[in-house]
């Protein structure tokens, strides 16, 4: 196949593809390096994967805007970010276990 027939990039694509930034909160950051070394591969894994399309509607959080979580379910971890679309960044606002929502309360409260 020569140059001339592969298919070409339109720009519309070529701005679909922009990936977002990460960003971390400090404590957030914080709550990650406390975590195994094993679970922050696995969450820095899955973080850079939603990179690239950070809003997955069945991690949606109900009652915080642009809030979104990804679950490692056999530890019962949990991280929870928000997608500012305007800057193109995915901001990490908590990190820890499930346990009495403590994640949650602590990432609502850092998005205020």
Partial sequence: MSSSQLPRKT????DA????TLEFEIEAKKELVK???VLQ??????LKCRLLSPKVPAARLR???NCYKIKLRASG???VYEVIDN???VLVLGVGRRDENAVYIAAQKRLQ
């Fill in 35 to 37: 975590l195994d070394k």
């Fill in 11 to 14: 720009e519309s694509q070529a």
């Fill in 77 to 79: 971890v949990r991280l």
């Fill in 41 to 46: 591969i696995q969450l820095l894994k899955k």
């Fill in 63 to 65: 009652n915080m805007p």
């Fill in 87 to 89: 800057r193109l960044i």
């Fill in 17 to 20: 593809i922009k990936a977002y």
